[in-house]
């Protein structure tokens, strides 16, 4: 079945110490998003790429990066982890060009522990 | 700005009981509508979606969800509530255009009791 892989289901790093979270598609989509969810709250989004296009929300701290090598890969960097970056990060991707009409799928998620 | 509310952030309900969690967009113009559910320590999975076809939409599980524009609404119900409904619900919409970004809201707990 064609899904949203994302790898791995549980990180945990040191505070401070650089992370990558990764995620990958099998529905060949164009637009891959990153969201940090915290508990009993709403996903909340980070950036995403339109194809090669990077579009980082303006609240998003420098401390997260992004990258995409190529239409199935996308790549969510930490720099500087701290202890409020403890979440669920989601991955998600949208197909369909341009509107909005077609939904997000999402994977199952990386839940990132700071000791 | 755009948002979205849901009524209730814990809804509880009996097996067997109508499940009913309620959703509000805020704008004059109608947006794409969509229900997701999460269940622990997972992603998101779409329930339904409303794109401006008919405005009784069906999902998966045994839920659906009726648009209604003078209202402004996305309820989303189901006849009969079973355990395994058990899970967090988000409305989310969308305006539409090149990054289609969804707006969510902050979500609904829902509880079955035996």
């Known amino acids: 079945d064609a899904m949203v892989i994302q790898n791995p289901r549980y990180q945990v790093t040191q505070f401070g110490k650089p992370v990558t979270l990764s995620c990958s598609q099998t529905?060949?989509?164009?637009?891959m998003y990153w969201y940090q969810q915290k508990s009993s709250q709403a996903p909340k989004l980070l950036f995403h790429?339109?194809?090669?296009?990077?579009?980082n929300e303006a609240d998003t701290p420098d401390n997260f990066q992004s990258r995409r090598p190529n239409t199935s890969f996308c790549f969510l960097d930490i720099r500087s982890p701290g202890l409020g970056d403890a979440a669920m990060y989601l991955c998600?991707?949208?197909?369909?060009?341009?509107?909005?009409?077609?939904?997000?799928?999402f994977g199952d998620g990386t839940r990132l522990s700071i000791l | 700005a755009q948002s979205v509310t849901q009524l209730g952030s814990h809804v509880s309900v009996s097996e067997g009981a109508l499940v009913l969690l309620r959703c509000n967009y805020s704008s004059s113009v109608p947006p794409y509508l969509f229900w997701y559910v999460q269940y622990p320590n997972q992603g998101l999975q779409l329930l339904l979606k409303?794109?401006?076809?008919?405005?009784l939409v069906k999902g998966i599980n045994g839920f659906e969800a009726e648009f209604k524009k003078s209202e402004t609404s996305f309820h989303l119900t189901k006849p009969s509530a079973h355990m395994s409904d058990a899970a967090e619900y988000f409305c989310a919409v969308s305006y539409g255009g090149s990054q289609g970004n969804l707006i969510f809201g902050k979500g609904t707990k829902l509880s079955v009791k035996p």
């Open positions: 529905l060949n989509h164009n637009v």
């Open positions: 409303y794109t401006s076809a008919a405005t």
């Open positions: 790429y339109y194809d090669k296009d990077f579009n």
């Open positions: 998600a991707t949208r197909g369909g060009g341009q509107g909005g009409n077609q939904p997000q799928h």
